[in-house]
């Protein structure tokens, strides 16, 4: 499923980024890369998707909806 | 992005001095690296801070030991890949430059992101020291770090260090000290796996360096593979085959680009590497500050304390400039007569000192008063960290018009000034985004144009006339980026850190202000005493109805206003707040509400000083920041929209009110 998609506080692993070259070394520099595992802090339509890098105890990363429909992610039960 | 990187010239005083050996300060953004700096340039021997082309470097001379070391702190940085401008500049600099030592500042709470620069910097090869800063914030998150261990891996001198509390800074000051005099040994940077490190090697054989740096040419093997673009001309390669042999051959075992190949390398060894020297141990309960950030950010609750912290702002800004606009009034006033002598001796003399001293009392007692606190509050919300909330929160508003939460700062800021508002946009990616920004930047009312509208409104219309005129100028500013959006490309999407909440320090605002007024002084005050003495000139050879019937058809036969209006318009351009007095002076009274205006005119004649033409020193920061191209389209929007937006006005009154 997308990160879009996905609902608050939900755990889920990062599986493939297809966004343009220039979104996708701003996301590696900041530390988000394929098979880490990220929880949703904040995903409603009024502001972009708010996540936690759990793999890496890192800060929360702020990302508009319209790359955030370009992150394929699954659920990590 | 080769372009990018040759576009970008370093200031022409940042040299590294040939005199002292240099060392900067790199690290990621939100790492405390200005915390540092400012603890550090404590010890100073001389200050030299300076605005850099694109981004203020702050640049100083510092003690050390008996000898002076030149200490540079360099805009944040996430990778070696530059994105962003600030890391162009920092990347260009390192290239350019003798860089005797890098102090890698890191931020222990994000401490495995942290490494993965830390690793790419060890490729550069010039001797680091890395300093694990946030240390006590780090124990308070349960996380225990072994420097020893780290020390060990990454083979650099590691300390650990709390530059907000000062503590460990004599360590680090040794550690650097004793690196500079005895020359700590070139880094040996971590391998990658075997195949790819076996192609750098191959083509490391091969490269010809022209010119001699510090560099270690491996640095430019991964990078002619990783992110070729950034690689100067004075780096060759003889064989040329090697390198797209060594290209397809990575291609086919990663099944990856190739900087994602070497970024996910990195990333494996910063995770190895934090694994096997940091603890994570208490898993520490969430701490009320958290508690509190969701607050901020999670709608619907971010709204509120949006609107209730934006509130608060204005009214700070108005309440505190109105008083000490009015504190400084008096007294500025007073000092008039000691120049009132030289007017019998020559009138041209008294036209010219009267302007400089118009100048300077206009900006002191006018444009600083509101400039001040804007600057204080602006730089709280920096160092909280609020203001990346205020971005993500108005993020989804700012993408209707075109551009991205980012911009947020500098739109704020543009309601003190649009000079500084302009070099804030140097935080802002993609040139894109910055172009459409600074024009929309204009038309935000600067305390002068807020002035204009409150002086005017509260004299002849009442204060209602203020609130419409602003709300229609948001929406104008809306409009005009959507408009403008639509011949640009496709906005880049947020993409952005939310750094921690912080107590903000105390001496870093003060700096932090001190440094914008001295900047502030040093840019805009220059034009404002300008624009006042050509003004005065124009005011003493009675240019001004010379200038009233140039522009008579268009004042009068569009906009309904009286032709003497027109002459304040060109004052409008010097400084906006001049065109309030200029019209007072245009039709001969003292106080503004025995203006013979209509309501409409007010109204029409606020709503085109707002738009039409951006001041004179905006126009020269413009000039300089964009180049005159940029500066054309922000007159000829401007134009368009103030003569449009006045016609708008005028009907609509003309028909539906008096």
Redesign the interface.
Same mark, same amino acid.
């Given at each position: 499923m997308l990160l879009s998609e996905v609902d @608050?506080n939900v755990i889920v692993r990062v599986v493939e980024i297809n966004?343009n070259? =220039? %979104? =996708?070394?701003? /996301? #590696? %520099? /900041? $530390?988000l890369? +394929?098979n880490d595992v990220i929880q949703i +802090? &904040?995903n &409603? @339509?009024?502001?972009?998707i #708010?996540i936690k *890098?759990i793999? =890496? *105890?890192?800060?929360? +990363? %702020?990302? $508009?909806? $319209? +790359?955030a429909q370009k992150i394929e992610v699954e659920q990590v039960v | 992005m080769q372009e990018l990187l040759l576009g970008v010239e370093l200031p022409k005083k940042l040299k590294s001095s040939k005199l002292y050996k240099t060392v900067a300060l790199v690290g990621q953004p939100n790492s405390g690296k200005s915390t540092l700096f400012n603890v550090l340039s404590d010890i100073k021997v001389s200050t030299a801070n300076f605005a850099g082309t694109t981004v203020e470097y702050k640049e100083t001379n510092i003690n050390l030991f008996g000898n002076t070391v030149h200490l540079i702190d360099l805009p944040g940085l996430y990778s070696l890949n530059p994105v962003e401008m600030g890391e162009f500049l920092t990347l260009k600099f390192l290239i350019e430059n003798e860089v005797d030592l890098i102090i890698n500042v890191i931020d222990s709470t994000l401490i495995t992101r942290s490494l993965e620069l830390t690793i790419e910097l060890l490729e550069l090869g010039i001797p680091i020291v890395t300093a694990l800063n946030m240390n006590d914030e780090a124990q308070k998150k349960g996380i225990h770090i072994n420097e020893k261990k780290l020390s060990e891996f990454l083979g650099v001198e590691v300390v650990k260090i709390s530059a907000l509390y000062g503590k460990g800074i004599n360590n680090l000051l040794e550690i650097v000290h004793s690196s500079l005099i005895y020359g700590s040994v070139k880094p040996n940077p971590i391998k990658f796996t075997h195949h790819i490190d076996e192609w750098i090697n191959k083509i490391q054989n091969e490269l010809y360096i022209e010119i001699n740096s510090n560099i270690n040419p491996r640095f430019w093997a991964i990078k002619l593979l990783e992110n070729p673009e950034i690689v100067p001309k004075f780096v060759k390669i003889s064989a040329n085959e090697i390198l797209e042999k060594s290209k397809i051959d990575i291609i086919d075992k990663h099944k990856t680009e190739l900087f994602e190949a070497f970024a996910y390398e990195r990333h494996h060894h910063s995770m190895e590497i934090s694994h096997k020297t940091t603890k994570y141990i208490s898993h520490f309960k969430m701490p009320f500050i958290e508690r509190l950030d969701l607050l901020l950010l999670k709608p619907p609750t971010s709204f509120i304390f949006g609107i209730f912290f934006l509130l608060a702002y204005f009214f700070l800004i108005f309440y505190i400039g109105g008083w000490i606009a009015s504190a400084l009034e008096d007294p500025l006033q007073s000092l008039t007569p000691i120049y009132e002598g030289i007017k019998n001796f020559s009138p041209l003399l008294w036209i010219i000192t009267d302007g400089i001293y118009q100048g300077i009392s206009g900006a002191i007692g006018i444009v600083l008063p509101y400039f001040l606190p804007l600057l204080i509050l602006t730089a709280i919300l920096e160092e909280t960290g609020y203001l990346a909330r205020v971005a993500f929160i108005l993020d989804n508003i700012f993408h209707k018009i075109g551009l991205h939460g980012k911009s947020v700062a500098p739109f704020i800021m543009g309601f003190g000034c649009t000079v500084p508002a302009v070099y804030a946009t140097r935080i802002i990616e993609s040139r894109r985004d910055r172009l459409l920004a600074s024009v929309l930047l204009n038309f935000i009312p600067c305390s002068a144009r807020l002035t204009v509208i409150f002086a005017l409104t509260t004299a002849l219309t009442g204060p209602i006339w203020a609130i419409v005129i602003l709300a229609y100028v948001l929406v104008a500013i809306g409009f005009t980026g959507k408009l403008l959006s639509l011949f640009l490309p496709k906005p880049l999407g947020m993409i952005m850190e939310i750094p921690q909440l912080r107590f903000p320090t105390f001496g870093v605002i003060i700096k932090k202000t001190l440094y914008k007024v001295k900047d502030f002084f040093k840019v805009a005050f220059p034009f404002l005493i300008l624009g006042s003495i050509i003004l005065s000139i124009l005011d003493y050879y009675k240019v001004t109805n010379f200038i009233n019937s140039l522009l008579q058809p268009f004042i009068s036969g569009l906009l309904d206003l009286p032709k003497e209006l027109g002459s304040t318009l060109i004052f409008g351009f010097l400084r906006k707040e001049l065109a309030v007095l200029m019209t007072s002076q245009a039709f001969g009274i003292t106080n503004l509400s025995e203006l013979p205006l209509t309501i409409t005119q007010v109204v029409v004649y606020i709503v085109f000083i707002i738009f039409y033409l951006p001041c004179i020193s905006t126009s020269a920061v413009f000039w300089k920041e964009f180049g005159w191209r940029h500066l054309l389209l922000t007159v000829v929007v401007g134009l368009a929209l103030s003569t449009f937006s006045a016609v708008l006005f005028k009907v609509i009154l003309t028909t539906f009110f008096i």
């Open positions: @608050n966004t070259e =220039k %979104a =996708k070394q701003r /996301l #590696l %520099a /900041l $530390g890369h +394929i +802090i &904040s &409603s @339509n009024f502001s972009p #708010l *890098n793999t =890496k *105890n890192d800060a929360r +990363i %702020a990302i $508009g909806r $319209g +790359i | -």
